[in-house]
């Protein structure tokens, strides 16, 4: 089945928390069309949205919570990013008051002057923590959140696992380009519709998230340190290999010497993320 969410009072919200309640229930396997602000709440039309609780919502406008029926924590939340599509213009900040305004059309957006390729996706896809209470949307988790990873664009499928029952998933923060690292704290910050296919497994554990590309399998890893955010991606992909390649633990850790790259995903949302990257042309 097919739903739909347009950014209207009481759908958009600022902070994670397994205290709010869902905007939508739906069924595992069911679709939801998305029209979301960007993550400093402004609507394409150029209209701002303001939080509900100011002093709570502090961090990107997302859209949700979505309850998936029956989802308990452990399972693994399944989302397939059948489409994202960038709005009309866009913004990429730095040092106040420098700042770049895109013209966002087609697979180019124009701004300072110069022209790039265009390749939308969403920043935060992601779940509450399991304690109680609001927190930030910022840091990327476990359980997803503000990944800011420019692979997870159209046809890419996230695995998260879930950290509470019906999995309370939201999403925002639509980027229409973004470098690895995202180095100014900003990419094409721009409001996008997306159309998002939510599902559950349960027959692999999982800690943290990986994806699946359409060339490529992703594994994450978040941590104040670089060092050990690239661990949780290694320790990740290893499992992978095992998994999905039917490797020895050595062999992977060979063979992940070889054919695995790691990239820095992002280094300005108070965790720094990596991800590690085995392409399917890798291994011959």
Do not use: Y
Not at 52 to 75: C, W
């Amino acid at each position: 089945m097919l739903h739909a969410l347009e950014p209207e009072e009481g759908n958009v919200h600022g902070a994670f928390s397994r205290e709010l309640q869902p905007v939508l229930t739906i069924e595992p396997g069911d679709s939801v069309a998305l029209a979301i602000p960007d993550g400093m709440w402004t609507l394409d039309s150029g209209e701002q949205l303001e939080p509900r609780d100011p002093a709570v919502e502090t961090g990107h406008a997302l859209m949700g919570p979505i309850e998936l029926r029956g989802a308990r924590a452990g399972q693994i939340l399944v989302v397939r990013v059948d489409s994202v599509l960038a709005g009309r213009t866009g913004v990429t900040m730095t040092e106040p008051p420098h700042l770049i305004r895109w013209e966002l059309d087609g697979d180019v957006g124009r701004g300072g002057g110069r022209s790039v390729r265009l390749a939308p996706f969403l920043g935060v896809m992601g779940m509450p923590p399991p304690e109680p209470g609001f927190h930030s949307t910022h840091p990327p988790r476990p359980w997803g959140g503000n990944i800011d990873c420019k692979e997870l664009v159209a046809g890419t499928t996230l695995h998260l696992p879930i950290p509470v029952d019906g999995a309370l998933f939201s999403c925002g923060d639509g980027h229409a380009a973004q470098g690895d690292g995202e180095v100014s704290g900003t990419a094409i910050e721009c409001a996008v519709s997306a159309g998002l296919t939510l599902d559950v497994r349960d027959d692999i554990e999982l800690e943290w998230p990986f994806a699946r590309t359409a060339d490529a399998w992703l594994t994450f890893g978040f941590d104040e340190h670089l060092g050990r955010a690239a661990r949780i991606a290694v320790d990740g992909m290893l499992d992978l290999m095992e998994r999905e390649l039917g490797m020895t633990r050595e062999d992977a850790l060979a063979f992940a010497s070889v054919v695995v790259d790691l990239r820095v995903t992002q280094v300005v949302n108070v965790v720094l993320g990596v991800h590690a990257v085995l392409r399917d042309d890798a291994i011959l």
